[in-house]
């Protein structure tokens, strides 16, 4: 048994070159699953706002139940990668992006930011 919770991370800025960083950065750590199968669907294209130049992407959900290994492995990632966008003030680029989650459930949602 498991149930199904989805986190997504949204990240964006205003200077389209630090969206880049970012975006690499999730891409190396998304790109592959515990088994070293390729996962292309979890890390968007980077997207430009139409007014204003804003730069976005998101890192989708796993799609595996909680606790399952799947589950674990990419928490870890999440983990990782939240860690990165949090050190990037110390590294001059300017990001805001949060983690969101819905479940199985109508009323199971919420924001998370670590």
Known sequence: ???NRH???FVCSFMS???EVAHAK???LFSHDQD???TPAMVTNIFKSKMNSWHYFFVGPDGSKEWWATSDFFNTKRDEFKAFLNSTVDRDLFL???ESWV???CDDYGIIRD
């Open 7 to 9: 986190h997504v991370i």
């Open 96 to 98: 805001t992006w949060t």
């Open 36 to 38: 070293g199968k390729p």
């Open 17 to 19: 070159e630090h969206t």
């Open 1 to 3: 048994m498991g149930y």
């Open 103 to 105: 479940g199985e459930e």
């Open 26 to 28: 999730a891409l190396e």
